[in-house]
C-alpha cells in the first residue's frame, strides 16, 4: 500500500467532520456590528463600482497607503480585517506564501502534476477541471480560516531557454499552448458565476521573465532586450488570452527590466498594454519586492518616493513587500503622486476583494460558504490527480516494442535510481503538504515483486559507491526500470542549469546497468527541462524511455499504471528536447526568438530553431497506431478586408494584411480530421494541427495553430471538428510588432497528413 504523508484515518476523519470547523469571521461587513453593517460599501444591492467609491470616501490617507501592500492592514473603525494577499496555487494549494497554513482540519491539499508535466496532455478541459478542484479546495480552507482567495498562479512564462530552472511551472515553449492554459486553469479557479469570483488568479510574470540565475546574471539584475516582434508574437501572447480569454483578475510584474524599464514601473506595460489594450478587470501586482529591486538593485529612480510614484503611475496596484507602504505618503507629500492616483489602485484591489464576496457579510451564508474540510483531498480530487499524471507522462521510445511489461514475463521489477523511492520530488516546486504520495517503488510494487537500489545517493551522482548493488539487482530481475533524472537540488526559482546533462555520473550507472540486465531496461527520467539523453536513446540495450515530469502525488502510480499497460500514454511534449551543443555557446541572456545566420545564433523553440534535436516539440509514442486523415477542408479561404467594398477602388498587392484592416469575428478555418486507431490498445490521440505559413524573414518556419484529444477504441475511427481562427492563429508579426495574416498558401500538418490552403483578401459586399 502507499505511504501517506497524512494517515488515512485521520483523511477518514476530517471527511467525517464536513462543516465541523470553526467558521470564519466575516472578512468586514458583519451583520452583527451595528456600527459598520448599514455602511453603503456592505450593501451588496448596490453597484461593486459604488461600494468602491463609497469605502474610498471612508478611508484616510494613512489607512489608504497601508492597503497597497501584500499584508494590508485592518482598519478597524470600518469593521474591515487585516487581509493576507500572497497565497500560491500553481498546481494544488501550496503553503509557498504566508496566506496558506496547513494544521489542524487542513493537513494538506490535493498536489497535482507540476505545470510542465500537466501541459504535455495537451487537454484544456483537463486544465479547466484541475482548476475548479484546487478553487473548491482554497474556498474550503479560507472558509476554515487557513486560507487566503487571492492566488498568485498560474505562472505562463515562455519556456524559451531549457536551462532555465522555473521552466517546470511553465505550459512550456509554445505561445498559443501556453495562452490556452493560462485561460483554462483561470476560468476553473475562477467560477463561472459572472462577475463573482470564487478565487481570483494571477498570470505571472509579465513580461519576458525567464531568467533566474546564470553565469552571474540574476533576474534582479537582467535588463532583456527583446524585439516588438518577439514581445507582440511570443512574450505577451500567453498574457493576452489570459486576460482577453481567460478574465483573469489580476497580472503580476516581473523583476527584470525590459528594453531598460522595469516592468513594474513600465506604464507601456501596465497601464496602456495590460488595462487599457486587453481590458483587464482586476489589479496589478508586482513580484515580491519588485519595487524595492528596481530602486536598491537597479538603481531605476534617485529616491524612494520616486520609485513609490512611478510604480503606481505606472498602473502597479499592489505591492509585494512593503515598499508602497513606507514610501507612499512621502511620495504624495512632495508632490510626486496624488492621492487620487493611491485611491485608483486602490479601486482595483477592493473591487476584486468586493467579487470574492469578502464585503457581503457572513461567509457561511455566500455561494462557497459550504465548503470545508470534507472537500479537500476527497477521493474524486484525488482520482484526477492521478489522471492528471497518466495523461501527462510521454514514451519517448520504444523498442521492437518492449512496453508495456508483461504480468506473466516480468514478476520481478529491479526498481534503480535517486528518484526511484522519490516523494517531494515528484511534486516540483511551489507545492503545498500533498494528501499522500505513491512512489513509483510502491506504484510498480502494486504489479510485480521489486528489487529496490537507489544507485546513487541523491541525483547529484557524485560517486559509484552505490553501483554494484543496483547492477546486481538488474541481472537478478526479468526487467529493470531506472528512475532517474532531476529534482529541486539541480532546477528550480534561482537556479538555473549549467547544461543538459544528467547530473554527476548518472549516465555511466543507466550504461552499467543496461549492460547488466537480463531483461528489458526501462529509463524513466523526472525533470521540469529537458535532458540530453541521446546516450539512451541510441543505445539498443535502452529498450524504452519515458518522460514523467514531476507527476505529483499520484506520481508513482501513474508510472507503474504506464509501464503496465492499464495506460495508454498519450502525453506530447511541450517543449523541444535540444542536444548539449545547443546549450554549448548559447547565452540565456539573449533573448532573440529567430535565428541568425550572421550571428550564428541558432534561434529558440521548434517555430523558429531548426538544428538538431534529441526528440522534438509534440514528441510522444503510444501503445498502438493511430492513422489521421483530413476527410475536409477548404482549399481556399477568403479573408474580409474591413472599410473595402466592392465599390471602392481597393487593390490587394499587400503579401500581408494587417490583422486590425481585417474582419476577424467569425473568420475560421474549419477542418474535418478522421483518426484511426489502427491497433490493438484502446487510446487516447493526441492531435496537433501545425501552420506552416508562406516563407518570408520573419514568420516562424512552423507554428502550432490547434490540438485537440481524440479518444478511439481498437480498430475504430472516430472524426473529429478543429476550428482555426484565422486572425489569431493563422497571423504573423512582423518586424515592427504588427500582426498581420500572409496571404497566399498556408500548409497545414495534422501528423502526417499536409493540407494546402490559400488566404485570399475580398472586398466586403
Not at 488515512?8 to 476523519?13: E, M, P, Q, V
Not at 510584474?253 to 497601464?271: E, F, H, M, R
Not at 526511484?420 to 515528484?426: F, K, Q
Not at 482549399?635 to 473595402?644: A, E, H, L
Request: aromatic content about 8%; overall charge neutral.
Amino acid at each position: 500500500m502507499p505511504s501517506a504523508t497524512v494517515p488515512s484515518s485521520l483523511i477518514l476523519l476530517f471527511l467525517l467532520i464536513l462543516g465541523t470547523a470553526l467558521a470564519r469571521d466575516p472578512f468586514a461587513c458583519d451583520p452583527r456590528d451595528a456600527a459598520t453593517a448599514g455602511l453603503s460599501f456592505c450593501r451588496t444591492s448596490l453597484s461593486i463600482q459604488e461600494r468602491v467609491k463609497d469605502l474610498l470616501g471612508r478611508l484616510t490617507m494613512d489607512e489608504k497607503v497601508r492597503l497597497l501592500v501584500n499584508n494590508a492592514a485592518a482598519v478597524p473603525r470600518l469593521g474591515i480585517k487585516g487581509y493576507e494577499w500572497w497565497s500560491e496555487a500553481l498546481h494544488g494549494v501550496s503553503n509557498t506564501g504566508p496566506g496558506v497554513k496547513f494544521g489542524g482540519n487542513f493537513p494538506g491539499a490535493t498536489s497535482f502534476p507540476q505545470v510542465i508535466t500537466t501541459a504535455a496532455s495537451f487537454n484544456g478541459t483537463l486544465w479547466e477541471a484541475i482548476g475548479r478542484v484546487v478553487s473548491d479546495e482554497a474556498r474550503a480552507m479560507y472558509n476554515g480560516g487557513a486560507g487566503g482567495l487571492t492566488y498568485w498562479s498560474p505562472n505562463v512564462n515562455i519556456f524559451r531557454d531549457p536551462r532555465w530552472g522555473r521552466g517546470q511551472e511553465t505550459p512550456g515553449e509554445d505561445p498559443m499552448v501556453a495562452g490556452v492554459y493560462a485561460a483554462s486553469y483561470v476560468r476553473g479557479l475562477q467560477g463561472n458565476n459572472g462577475d463573482r469570483l470564487k478565487v481570483a488568479a494571477c498570470c505571472k510574470h509579465f513580461t519576458a521573465y525567464d531568467l533566474d540565475n546564470w553565469n552571474g546574471v540574476d533576474r534582479f539584475h537582467f535588463n532583456a532586450k527583446v524585439t516588438k516582434q518577439d514581445i507582440e508574437d511570443t512574450f505577451d501572447v500567453p498574457f493576452k488570452m489570459c486576460v482577453m480569454d481567460g478574465n483573469v483578475a489580476s497580472v503580476m510584474c516581473s523583476y527584470n527590466q525590459v528594453n531598460g524599464i522595469p516592468t513594474c514601473a513600465d506604464p507601456n506595460l501596465l497601464k496602456r498594454t495590460v488595462r487599457g489594450q486587453w481590458g483587464l478587470n482586476g489589479y496589478i501586482v508586482s513580484d515580491c519586492d519588485s519595487v524595492g529591486v528596481y530602486y536598491d538593485t537597479q538603481h531605476y529612480t534617485s529616491t524612494p518616493e520616486e520609485a513609490a510614484a512611478d510604480a503606481i503611475k505606472a498602473g502597479l496596484d499592489l505591492d509585494c513587500g512593503p515598499f508602497l507602504a513606507v514610501h507612499t505618503q512621502d511620495a504624495v507629500n512632495k508632490g510626486l503622486l496624488s492621492e487620487a492616483e493611491v485611491s485608483g489602485a486602490l479601486s482595483n484591489t477592493l473591487a476584486v476583494q468586493m467579487r470574492l464576496g469578502m464585503y457581503d457579510g457572513e461567509p457561511s451564508a455566500q455561494l462557497y460558504g459550504n465548503l470545508g474540510p470534507g472537500d479537500v483531498c476527497t477521493p474524486a480530487h484525488q482520482q484526477l490527480a492521478l489522471e492528471a499524471a497518466r495523461q501527462g507522462i510521454v514514451l519517448l521510445k520504444n523498442q521492437n516494442p518492449s512496453l508495456p511489461l508483461s504480468h506473466l514475463r516480468h514478476r520481478t521489477v529491479a526498481v534503480i535510481g535517486p528518484n526511484a523511492n522519490a516523494t517531494d520530488t515528484m511534486i516540483g516546486n511551489y507545492a503545498g503538504v500533498p494528501c499522500r504520495y505513491t512512489t513509483p517503488l510502491q506504484g510498480i510494487g502494486s504489479y510485480a515483486r521489486t528489487i529496490y537500489q537507489p544507485g546513487c545517493a541523491n541525483v547529484a551522482c557524485s560517486d559509484n559507491k552505490l553501483f554494484g548493488g543496483a547492477i546486481n539487482a538488474a541481472h537478478q530481475a526479468d526487467a529493470t526500470v531506472l528512475i532517474m533524472g532531476l529534482d529541486q537540488s539541480i532546477e528550480a526559482e534561482f537556479k538555473d542549469r549549467k547544461g543538459l546533462l544528467l547530473p554527476g555520473r548518472q549516465q555511466d550507472l543507466i550504461s552499467q546497468v543496461a549492460m547488466a540486465s537480463k531483461g528489458p531496461t526501462i529509463l524513466v527520467l523526472m525533470s521540469g527541462g529537458p535532458i540530453d539523453v541521446s546516450f539512451a536513446k541510441n543505445d539498443p540495450r535502452i529498450s524504452a524511455i519515458i518522460w514523467a515530469g514531476y507527476p505529483g502525488q499520484a506520481g508513482g502510480a501513474a508510472i507503474a499504471d504506464v509501464l503496465y499497460g492499464t495506460t495508454n500514454p498519450e502525453g506530447k511534449l511541450p517543449m523541444t528536447w535540444y542536444p548539449q551543443e545547443y546549450v554549448s555557446n548559447l547565452a540565456m541572456t539573449e533573448m532573440s526568438m529567430r535565428p541568425s545566420s550572421i550571428k550564428g545564433y541558432p534561434g529558440r523553440t521548434y517555430r523558429f530553431y531548426k538544428g538538431p534535436t534529441v526528440y522534438p516539440f509534440g514528441h510522444g509514442l503510444s501503445y498502438t497506431n493511430f492513422v489521421t486523415t483530413i476527410a475536409s477542408a477548404p482549399t481556399v479561404v477568403k479573408v474580409p478586408i474591413d472599410g473595402c467594398h466592392h465599390s471602392s477602388n481597393c487593390t490587394f498587392s499587400d503579401i500581408a494584411i494587417k490583422v486590425n484592416h481585417a474582419k476577424c469575428n467569425k473568420l475560421s478555418l474549419g477542418l474535418q480530421v478522421n483518426v484511426k486507431n489502427a491497433g490493438s490498445k484502446d487510446g487516447t490521440h493526441t492531435l496537433l494541427v501545425f501552420s506552416e505559413p508562406p516563407a518570408g524573414h520573419w514568420a516562424p518556419h512552423k507554428q502550432l495553430v490547434a490540438f485537440e484529444k481524440v479518444h478511439a477504441p481498437a480498430g475504430a475511427q472516430q472524426r473529429v471538428g478543429i476550428s482555426i481562427h484565422v486572425c489569431k492563429f493563422l497571423s504573423v508579426v512582423d518586424v515592427a510588432g504588427v500582426r498581420r495574416i500572409p496571404l497566399g498558401e498556408h500548409n497545414l500538418r495534422v501528423g502526417d497528413v499536409m493540407h494546402t490552403v490559400s488566404l485570399q483578401a475580398t472586398a466586403l459586399g
